[in-house]
């Protein structure tokens, strides 16, 4: 019997991904719906902070009462983990998985440059996401809180973390380059 | 003093108003129990239906799971008695009309026959195994001779294991959640459904998965049936279901149930087994883990979610 829709073939590299133009589009269209719906913009690195708090609170609880950073992410009413970025990453999780199953790409492995092995890939992509961790926090937001929702929203912060999160990408990109080409 | 205390003669700690009495090893029993229960149905349906060798994963690697999944859920029942050293005092009696009647009796035969079951396929499953008695030998030759007779008590037992995981709570009649006579089936399908996912991901069998995915999918519709059919009964009852249900409609369980149970637990994996049967490849450990944790969550979300509702207010 013929399925209306086959699986593609896993070879065929053009309908493995969107074109990036299009998803930038589509991304903007979600933010937008975002707002619409739920009143505010989208964000990732808050639900890593939410996850870290209720670690903290949940091995040390003194300790994060005391913390003056901690202390303002608890209550007693409920868990850190009970805000919406955090279903918002589980829901990312779950539509990257189903995404990458409509491409025929799901498979476990660690994508590098030829130049370099998978171990390094992942010391540099774990150094480089602790490194990204601290900058969200001190810029009160990431790639997606700060930079997207907040110049989506016209804010002047969105607009500079936007620039400073691509234009340090930029400067720096060529120390780095062995890394990805 | 609290005189309204005496007023209302409401003074009963941990029943009223919220009933505060299982705690966790309830609903890791519901769950390990349903587990089993469809576990035990799958091996005994396909040793009925002469087809062990197209569902070897289903009759014999899967079955191993059941007895150790029954014994730590009755431990999690004897962890949860106040008086432990009194759980024999329930095999001094069977009443017919009593539901922990039921359940310890079928435990008590289900148990046994099934660590019986996965003992008969040892040497199957283990190559070179050995019992080194002769009267073990004689046994298991017993066993193997009169399987299928064994296999239609364990497929009776394992629907009234299945049934009774749910009838436990919905013989509660003082808890409006519980009190629904559809919670019985709505934990059986669900223990199928887990079952189904263990045996999913285990098998290493193309066609046993393909008919355990699609069984799975099957199962989910059916559970998503029963849960809109029990909130719908909900609604359309009387003041004290209706609070009951907006437990789930915007009360305290809403993002518990509706995000981990009917979304990533039956929705998603439900997504996933569909586009399994058009083709896609799918690392099938997805979709039978989201089952077996939403399956969980479940559970645990009616234990607790059933102590707060109440008929008096």
């Excluded at chain 1, 991304?27 to 619409?36: E, N, P, S, W």
């Excluded at chain 1, 930079?147 to 780095?176: D, E, H, K, Q, R």
């Excluded at chain 2, 709505?186 to 285990?202: C, N, Q, Y």
């Amino acid at each position: 019997m013929e399925y209306p829709m086959k699986a593609p073939n896993r070879n065929d590299r053009s309908t493995r991904y969107l074109n990036p133009y299009l998803g930038g589009v589509l991304l903007g269209l979600l933010l937008l719906m975002t707002y619409f719906i739920t009143g505010r913009g989208l964000g990732a690195s808050g639900a890593v902070k939410s996850t870290v708090v209720a670690t903290v609170n949940e091995i040390t609880p003194e300790y994060a009462h005391r913390s003056n950073y901690y202390s303002q992410f608890i209550s007693d009413d409920e868990s850190p983990l009970n805000t919406w970025l955090v279903f918002e990453v589980l829901g990312v999780l779950a539509g990257a998985f189903l995404s990458g199953a409509l491409a025929g790409r799901l498979k476990l492995k660690v994508e590098h440059s030829p130049g370099i092995t998978a171990g390094t890939r992942l010391v540099a992509a774990t150094l480089g996401g602790f490194l990204f961790g601290l900058g969200s926090q001190f810029g009160r937001g990431c790639t997606s809180g700060a930079a997207l929702s907040g110049s989506a929203s016209l804010a002047l912060s969105g607009f500079l973390a936007m620039m400073g999160i691509f234009g340090t990408g930029y400067a720096i990109a060529w120390i780095f380059r062995k890394l990805w080409v | 003093m609290k005189e309204e205390l005496f007023v209302s003669g409401r003074n009963i700690p941990n029943i009223d108003p919220h009933l505060n009495i299982w705690h966790w090893q309830i609903p890791l029993y519901l769950f390990l129990g349903g587990l089993a229960a469809g576990l035990i149905f799958y091996a005994g349906l396909y040793t009925i239906l002469n087809k062990e060798k197209e569902f070897p994963t289903a009759v014999k690697l899967a079955s191993f799971i059941a007895p150790p999944a029954l014994v730590i859920g009755l431990f999690m029942l004897f962890l949860d008695l106040k008086h432990k050293m009194y759980f024999w005092q329930l095999y001094t009696t069977f009443r017919i009309e009593s539901p922990m009647s039921w359940g310890a009796w079928t435990l008590m035969a289900i148990t046994p026959l099934s660590f019986i079951w996965s003992a008969s396929y040892l040497k199957e499953v283990v190559p070179g195994w050995d019992w080194k008695n002769k009267w073990l030998d004689r046994f298991e030759a017993w066993v193997i001779a009169y399987r299928k007779q064994l296999a239609w008590v364990l497929v009776v037992l394992a629907i009234i294991l299945g049934i009774y995981t749910g009838i436990l709570l919905s013989a509660f009649n003082a808890r409006p959640l519980w009190n629904t006579s559809i919670l019985g089936f709505l934990f059986l399908t669900s223990g199928l459904s887990t079952g189904a996912a263990t045996i999913m991901w285990m098998s290493k069998n193309h066609t046993e998965r393909k008919v355990f995915g699609r069984i799975d999918f099957l199962l989910i519709v059916i559970e998503l049936f029963f849960i809109t059919h029990m909130l719908m009964g909900f609604q359309a009852s009387t003041e004290v279901q209706i609070q009951a249900a907006s437990l789930f409609l915007g009360g305290d369980f809403t993002v518990s149930f509706w995000v981990f149970v009917i979304v990533l637990g039956l929705v998603f994996p439900g997504v996933l087994e569909v586009l399994e049967i058009r083709g896609y490849r799918i690392p099938v450990a997805i979709p039978a883990l989201c089952i077996l944790i939403g399956g969980l969550i479940f559970r645990f979300i009616m234990v607790e979610a059933g102590q707060v509702t109440r008929y008096l207010y």
